[in-house]
DNA sequence: GTCTATATAAGGATAGAC
DNA sequence: GTCTATCCTTATATAGAC
């Protein structure tokens, strides 16, 4: 830990930044360049400490993304051991982890909109290191929305979910940009939040 | 016309290559000299037709904004006058042009997902140009479904609103990627799709 | 209108001193 | 670990011949 407060390592203060230029003018819109200025660090920094442009971007995921889905999938374990669990419940169990993430730093905003670009940008080499590291969690999401759901075939299913992840995901990345109201608490405007968003989510899903 | 494009102009071949690459590459992924080569013509081609990038990226948007949104509001003028109308009418004004024009053309297809680009990025000028230039149509719309969801406080519907276009145009942007299953034709296809969302997103909206 | 050639800037990445 | 300096590539944009 360092004397003074506000002085984050190197490493870390790269990662931040980065985070925030990423979320703001997307990966090949945000230069090293950029990144190592607001950082206040050289630029040769990035390289030493990431290797490239490529692993850093990798690593802003991975800094938040290992965090988000452990608690995803504790939550989710935690319905599944409820026999009478809902659609509901399941949805709470992918929004709300999100949702305090994108409540608790300032940094967990910005990685929400990063999760939204993700999305958007349909990059064949991000969209493969996501899945190869994360795809796991998805899947036992779809697999706890299929019992659920057992009209739907598999084939609707799926592009459901897609929608839904992909909804879910740009609200929650539009929503930490809405300025709440100062008389609602954190927690209570997070609340109201997961409450609206798991409705639509679930309407949707049942429709 | 055959998909082989032999006597289109070249400020046309250029428009359509770059529709296509600013949808897998993103605005700033996609360089002009991606763009020239694509379209075989030459790297000085751009400039001496649309002076710089940034007109090149706002005329891909007008090239299909121009007519999708003369549709949308041709549809929603309709609707408007059927004095029994309902929210799903008004979704299928919003949904069906976009999904028609994303169908009849292989362009059509790319420039749903540059549109689902524009949403994800939050850029400024971007999106002060579409608002500039097509916020009176969403303006349209926000109108109709304030009258058919008057249970809804302005905030809490605009906020409903952006979600739900920023999901339909998500969801027609990955659509368009999705094959569709040979024995059922390109309309019959097209219909279930626009049916599937607009119950999607009036579940959403009513919930 | 289209070409070649080039100006000028910005990008990612590295070498080597400290 | 951090710096300066630099390499090499790519970028946007323009000038001027044809």
Request: aromatic share 10%; hydrophobic share 45%; glycine share 6%.
């Amino acid at each position: 830990m360092p004397p003074s407060q506000p002085n984050f390592s190197t490493k870390e203060r790269i990662l931040g930044v980065a985070e925030t230029l990423f979320a703001r003018h997307g990966f090949a819109g945000a230069s090293l360049r950029q990144v190592t200025a607001a950082a206040k660090v050289n630029l040769a920094a990035v390289n030493y400490h990431f290797g490239s442009k490529e692993s850093l971007i990798e690593e802003v995921f991975r800094r938040r993304l290992d965090e988000l889905n452990r608690y995803r999938l504790a939550a989710l374990a935690a319905v599944n051991a409820n026999p009478e669990h809902v659609l509901e419940d399941v949805l709470d169990a992918f929004v709300r982890p999100a949702l305090e993430q994108s409540m608790d730093s300032a940094g967990g905003a910005a990685f929400v909109r990063v999760l939204a670009r993700a999305y958007a940008e349909h990059d064949e080499r991000l969209r493969k290191f996501l899945s190869d590291n994360y795809g796991h969690v998805l899947r036992e999401f779809a697999t706890a929305f299929a019992h659920l759901l057992p009209h739907l075939d598999k084939e609707e299913l799926y592009w459901r979910l897609d929608i839904v992840a992909g909804a879910l995901t740009y609200a929650m990345a539009d929503f930490g940009m809405i300025k709440r109201r100062g008389e609602t608490s954190e927690a209570t405007h997070r609340e109201r939040t997961a409450e609206h968003l798991i409705r639509f989510a679930a309407a949707g899903l049942r429709a």
